[in-house]
């Protein structure tokens, strides 16, 4: 029997037995865009993190039907406008890689992973109003010792930025 142990603005906090999760109830996923430049360069983002006190660089994503104007929008448009609203940049082609858990241990989200390529530069980025995020262009060659580098200045880096860059490196140009 599942019990609801906490219902908050965004989370609900369950437990199935002994088993304890968390679920968005007003959202239907999360989406991740990998995103290759013309100058082969992966489009990264820096945002502060509550939970984990630090900055953080991460691929550009967003959850997806947690907004009423966006309720009903469908995974590949949310990631084409998070990639947007986020980077400043448009994709003139996406494709879906995967969908599957982003946390199976702790949460019942699902993440739908995307590559953009043949993108567009259409404003600065930084996202929405309340976020504050730095959009990083990274050559993909020289990227490793950059993850390196920002690791070693205190920043966490999100494991999936090298999902991406394996998912960029199987998809044609």
Same mark, same amino acid.
């Given at each position: 029997?599942?019990?609801?142990?906490?219902?908050?603005?965004? %989370?609900?906090?369950?437990?199935?037995?002994?088993?304890?999760?968390?679920?968005?109830?007003?959202?239907?996923?999360?989406?991740?865009?990998?995103?290759?430049?013309?100058? &082969? $360069?992966?489009?990264?983002?820096?945002?502060?993190?509550?939970?984990?006190?630090?900055?953080? *660089?991460? %691929?550009?994503?967003? *959850?997806?039907?947690?907004?009423?104007?966006?309720?009903?929008?469908?995974?590949?448009?949310?990631? %084409?406008?998070?990639?947007?609203?986020?980077?400043?940049?448009?994709?003139?082609?996406?494709?879906? *890689?995967?969908?599957?858990?982003?946390?199976?241990?702790?949460?019942?989200?699902?993440?739908?992973?995307?590559?953009?390529?043949?993108?567009?530069?259409?404003?600065?980025?930084?996202?929405? $109003?309340?976020?504050?995020?730095?959009?990083?262009?990274?050559?993909?060659?020289?990227?490793?010792?950059?993850?390196?580098?920002?690791?070693?200045?205190?920043?966490?880096? &999100?494991?999936?930025?090298?999902?991406?860059?394996?998912?960029?490196?199987?998809?044609?140009?």
């Amino acid at each position: 029997m599942i019990e609801t142990l906490h219902d908050g603005r965004f %989370l609900r906090l369950y437990r199935n037995g002994n088993w304890e999760y968390v679920a968005r109830p007003h959202a239907r996923g999360a989406a991740f865009i990998a995103a290759r430049t013309d100058d &082969d $360069e992966l489009l990264l983002v820096e945002q502060f993190r509550v939970p984990l006190q630090r900055a953080c *660089i991460e %691929l550009p994503a967003g *959850i997806v039907g947690d907004e009423a104007a966006f309720a009903d929008e469908d995974f590949e448009a949310a990631a %084409l406008r998070e990639l947007e609203e986020e980077t400043g940049y448009r994709a003139g082609y996406i494709e879906h *890689i995967l969908t599957g858990p982003t946390a199976p241990g702790m949460s019942s989200e699902l993440l739908h992973f995307y590559v953009a390529t043949q993108l567009t530069r259409v404003h600065d980025g930084g996202g929405v $109003e309340g976020e504050n995020i730095t959009v990083h262009r990274v050559p993909i060659a020289t990227i490793q010792p950059w993850l390196l580098a920002q690791m070693a200045a205190g920043k966490r880096v &999100d494991p999936r930025v090298y999902v991406g860059l394996w998912f960029l490196a199987q998809v044609v140009r």
